[in-house]
C-alpha cells in the first residue's frame, strides 16, 4: 500500500535511511517491555518534567492513540489514527529518537473509527530489530522492515470473520520466537467462537488457531488483554491468555489448552469484560478480573495451577507491575495498593493519587514507579514498603498510552504528541 500523502500527512518513507538494527538490553521492544512486565533494569532515568523541562523533543502527531510507542536502536516505532472522525487512515512510523522527526511512515488500511474513548490504533506494534509488525483494530496485521519496506499483510476479520467486541479490538500481539500470538476473545457483537493464533512473524502463514470456548455471557466474553508467557514447569514456556472469566494456558506449539483456571468472575456478571493483561513476577502468575478479584496462581504438583491468595479489590484497565516480591496496583481510579507477593497480605495502602482516572499501565525501573494518568500526569513514587511520592510531573495532554523505556529516556504518547523525556541537560 502506498505512503501517505495527504495534506495532514507526515513525511514519506525513506527507504535506507536507516538500517535494521538488532534488540539490545535497552531496548522496549513491545508492549510492556523486553521482559513483558513493565519493568526496566535502567538506572537514573528522569524523575521530573513538565512541557518546558527535561524534554529531549516533542513531535506532534495526527489523532489519538492508545498505542504505546517501541523502541528498537535508534528507532521509536509506533501506530496512529489520521482521522477517526472520518474512518481514516491508520498508520504505523518510525521515529529518529535522537532528532524527534518521522523517518517513514506507511499506511496500514482505512476505516479508523472512534470507540468509546479509544480508536482502531489501540493495539501496540512489535519488533525484533529487524522487522515490525503492526495490528489495527480494523484486522489488518502487517510486517515492514524497520527501515520501512513492506512485508506481507493480511487481514484477520477476512481470514475468521468479524471481530465482535462491543468497544473494539485492543489487544497487542506478543512476539516470541519470531512469531505473533494473537487473541481474538470477543461474544457480546457475535456467536462466533473466541480464538487465538500463532502467525509466522516472516511468511505470515497461520501456525494455529485454536478455539478457546467460555461460559461468560453478554458483554463478559469480551477482553482487550495482551498474552503473556509462564514458564510454570521451570522449563517450558506455555502462553498465558486471559478473558471470558477465565485464564488458561496453551502450548506454543500447537495452541493446544493445557489448564483453565476461573475465579475472574465469581458473581457470573454479564458486564465482566477484562481489560488488564496477565503478569508473571518470579513463580507467580497474576490475572486480574475487571476491579477484582485479583488471583494469584502458582504451579500445583499435578494438573493446573492453583490459586496461592486473592484479594477482592483490584484494578480495571491498568495492568499492575511488580519488583522485588511485591505486586503494585494502580486502579483506574487512582487508587494504589502494594501486595506480598508471596503471601497476598496488604503491605501498604489503599493510597490515592490525584487526577483520576488512569488507562496507562504503570512502569518500575531503579526502584520506582511511574503511573500516567488520562490527564497527562505522571506521579512518580517508591517502590518499597512505604509510600512515598517523589514527584507529580503534568504534560497538560491527554493520554491513554503505557511509557516506553529505553537508554535513559522515557517515551510517553499524548493525544497531541509523542515526548521524549530526559534526565539529561
Not at 484486522?139 to 527501515?147: I, K, P, R, W
Not at 511509557?403 to 497531541?416: H, K, Y
Request: hydrophobic letters at 40%; charged letters at 20%; a negative charge.
Amino acid at each position: 500500500m502506498p505512503c501517505l500523502d495527504r495534506s495532514r500527512a507526515l513525511p514519506l518513507v525513506v527507504f535506507g535511511l536507516l538500517g535494521a538494527t538488532a534488540v539490545s538490553g535497552a531496548d522496549w521492544p513491545q508492549w510492556r517491555g523486553p521482559t513483558l512486565d513493565g519493568s526496566s533494569l535502567e538506572a537514573g532515568l528522569p524523575t521530573t518534567w513538565s512541557p518546558t523541562t527535561g524534554v529531549a523533543w516533542r513531535l506532534p502527531l495526527p489523532g489519538l492513540a492508545a498505542s504505546s510507542p517501541i523502541v528498537s536502536g535508534d528507532l521509536v516505532f509506533l501506530t496512529g489514527s489520521q482521522d477517526p472522525e472520518r474512518d481514516g487512515a491508520l498508520w504505523l512510523g518510525a521515529v529518529d529518537r535522537t532528532s524527534g522527526q518521522f523517518v517513514w511512515r506507511q499506511e496500514l488500511g482505512q476505516g479508523d473509527t472512534y470507540k468509546r474513548k479509544h480508536t482502531m490504533a489501540s493495539p501496540s506494534p512489535v519488533t525484533d530489530g529487524q522487522t515490525v509488525w503492526a495490528l489495527t483494530g480494523t484486522g489488518v496485521l502487517a510486517a515492514f522492515s524497520t527501515d520501512g519496506r513492506p512485508g506481507w499483510r493480511r487481514n484477520l476479520q477476512e481470514d475468521y470473520g468479524r471481530f465482535g467486541i462491543l468497544w473494539g479490538y485492543a489487544a497487542s500481539p506478543l512476539l516470541h520466537d519470531g512469531d505473533l500470538f494473537v487473541p481474538v476473545l470477543h461474544g457480546f457483537e457475535t456467536d462466533e467462537p473466541s480464538y487465538v493464533l500463532r502467525i509466522d512473524g516472516a511468511i505470515g502463514k497461520t501456525l494455529w488457531r485454536v478455539e478457546r470456548p467460555t461460559a461468560a455471557q453478554r458483554e463478559s466474553p469480551d477482553a482487550y488483554t495482551t498474552p503473556t508467557l509462564w514458564r510454570r514447569d521451570g522449563a517450558r514456556p506455555e502462553l498465558v491468555v486471559v478473558g471470558g472469566d477465565v485464564v488458561t494456558g496453551h502450548d506454543l506449539a500447537t495452541g493446544e489448552e493445557l489448564w483453565r483456571v476461573g475465579g475472574l468472575n465469581p458473581e457470573q456478571s454479564g458486564a465482566q469484560r477484562l481489560v488488564a493483561s496477565p503478569l508473571v513476577h518470579g513463580e507467580t502468575l497474576f490475572a486480574f478480573g475487571k476491579r477484582g478479584p485479583a488471583l494469584a496462581l502458582r504451579a500445583a504438583a499435578e494438573g493446573p495451577p492453583q490459586v496461592a491468595w486473592s484479594v477482592r479489590d483490584s484494578t480495571d484497565v491498568p495492568t499492575p507491575v511488580a519488583s522485588e516480591g511485591r505486586l503494585y496496583t494502580v486502579t483506574d481510579r487512582g487508587v494504589v495498593w502494594c501486595h506480598d507477593v508471596t503471601t497476598g497480605d496488604v503491605v501498604w495502602g489503599p493510597e490515592r493519587l490525584p487526577d483520576a482516572p488512569y488507562s496507562a499501565s504503570p512502569i518500575v525501573a531503579d526502584g520506582l514507579i511511574y503511573a500516567t494518568s488520562e490527564g497527562g500526569v505522571t506521579t512518580v513514587f517508591r517502590a518499597g514498603d512505604r509510600f512515598e511520592v517523589l514527584a507529580r510531573n503534568d504534560l497538560e495532554e491527554y493520554t491513554l498510552a503505557s511509557p516506553a523505556v529505553s537508554d535513559g529516556q522515557i517515551f510517553l504518547r499524548t493525544r497531541e504528541a509523542l515526548w521524549a523525556l530526559t534526565s539529561s541537560p
